[in-house]
């Protein structure tokens, strides 16, 4: 498993289900049973492919299946490529996911925290200001993506998810490249 299990404030918001799809659903598309078992079936047939081309190419008499050959190499490279690409943008969506995950962790934590010191008027402040940077990190938009990053086939809302300057070092975390394309 990639991630350790979400604090008890998640398990009672119900944002642990979501992580639990989350995960089930990364496992499912990058599981070695499926997207780089394929790969590995397409390499395989490319390699293949590209054997039986260096034969035929020798021999005059077989140039119709050369053209042939020729052709599904190209359209085997090609599929590859893809592939390649969709695994590598299942990977950076799921270190956004991951990102996401551990700002939400952190904010809970820094609430527990300040939760427990003792009642002053900063600190009722602070905890009001985490609560409601918990709820952003945990909000859900359309789509099913968190609140700030980009719907399909729009630009993102504010272009990137904002905290107080306190939950993250650098003050804000954008959203992977492939979410603020619209692209999944």
Same mark, same amino acid.
Request: with cysteine; aromatic share 6%; glycine share 10%.
């Given at each position: 498993?990639?991630?350790?299990?979400? *604090?008890?404030?998640?398990?009672?918001?119900?944002?642990?289900?979501? %992580?639990?799809?989350?995960?089930?659903?990364?496992? %499912?598309? #990058?599981?070695?049973?499926?997207?780089?078992?394929?790969?590995?079936?397409?390499?395989?047939?490319?390699?293949?492919?590209?054997?039986?081309? =260096?034969?035929?190419?020798?021999?005059?008499?077989?140039?119709?299946?050369?053209?042939?050959?020729? =052709?599904q190499t190209r359209s085997v490279e090609r599929h590859i490529r893809k592939m390649e690409f969709h695994i590598s943008k299942v990977?950076?969506?799921?270190?956004?996911?991951?990102i996401q995950c551990r700002l939400r962790d952190g904010a809970s934590n820094m609430q527990r925290a300040f939760s427990r010191c003792?009642?002053?008027?900063?600190?009722?402040?602070?905890?009001?200001?985490?609560?409601?940077?918990?709820?952003?990190?945990?909000? #859900?938009?359309? *789509?099913?993506?968190?609140?700030?990053?980009?719907?399909?086939?729009?630009?993102?809302?504010?272009?990137?998810?904002?905290?107080?300057?306190?939950?993250?070092?650098?003050?804000?975390?954008?959203?992977?490249?492939?979410?603020?394309?619209?692209?999944?």
């Amino acid at each position: 498993m990639r991630t350790a299990r979400p *604090g008890p404030a998640l398990v009672q918001s119900g944002s642990w289900r979501c %992580a639990q799809r989350v995960e089930a659903c990364l496992e %499912a598309l #990058v599981s070695q049973d499926s997207s780089w078992e394929h790969l590995c079936v397409q390499q395989a047939e490319l390699g293949y492919l590209s054997g039986r081309h =260096k034969d035929t190419h020798r021999n005059s008499r077989l140039a119709f299946y050369y053209d042939l050959d020729k =052709k599904q190499t190209r359209s085997v490279e090609r599929h590859i490529r893809k592939m390649e690409f969709h695994i590598s943008k299942v990977d950076e969506l799921y270190e956004g996911y991951c990102i996401q995950c551990r700002l939400r962790d952190g904010a809970s934590n820094m609430q527990r925290a300040f939760s427990r010191c003792p009642p002053s008027r900063a600190s009722r402040e602070s905890l009001q200001e985490l609560g409601r940077s918990l709820q952003e990190c945990t909000e #859900v938009g359309r *789509g099913g993506r968190p609140a700030g990053w980009a719907r399909p086939g729009g630009s993102p809302a504010g272009g990137s998810v904002s905290l107080p300057a306190g939950l993250c070092p650098a003050g804000s975390v954008r959203a992977p490249r492939g979410l603020a394309r619209g692209r999944a």
